[in-house]
């Protein structure tokens, strides 16, 4: 695994904004798709998509940690980034799953509770740059191997 780059000196504030954005965009969701019968319903569309998904293509142990199911072992092609949180399935390759991952992936995991269908198309308007999607934020930017820890 290759070292962290540093962040850009601005990336701080970049991200607080990027929140703050993500906040104000909240507020025009209809509270009832937000933390609700039909978000949970979501979650569980998710849920079911990620367990075909890792079953379909995980090669290595299954397990339940930090309230997630860990699918490992699955082609780099399968997966973004270092792995990806679908409901409540973490879908990740042959790197070992650290806490300190597992505590970001949670996370990802109560924003799909909370968004449920909503989840993948806000998090596609959040964009691909994690410094400025603020669900890559919220989730914490060095747990989630994004900058390095104590910057």
């Known amino acids: 695994m290759s070292p962290i780059a540093p962040p850009p ?7 607080e904004r990027a929140v703050e954005r ?7 969701i209809p509270a009832a798709l937000l933390d609700s019968r039909i978000s949970r319903v979501g979650f569980w569309y998710g849920m079911s998509v990620g367990w075909i998904w890792g079953s379909l293509w995980s090669t290595g142990r299954v397990e339940k940690r930090a309230g997630l199911w860990v699918f490992r072992g699955l082609p780099e092609w399968a997966f973004p980034r270092g792995g990806v949180c679908v409901g409540g399935c973490f879908l990740t390759g042959d790197v070992p799953v650290t806490e300190a991952v ?19 198309v806000l998090y596609q308007l959040a964009g691909r ?10 989730a914490g930017l060095a747990a989630g191997n994004y900058v390095p820890r104590g910057s």
């Open 22 to 28: 993500g906040r104000r965009f909240d507020s025009f």
């Open 9 to 15: 000196p601005d990336w701080r504030t970049t991200a």
């Open 129 to 138: 740059n994690p410094l400025r999607n603020r669900f890559e934020i919220e």
């Open 102 to 120: 597992l505590g970001h992936e949670a996370v990802h995991a109560r924003q799909w509770r909370r968004y449920g269908f909503l989840m993948p």
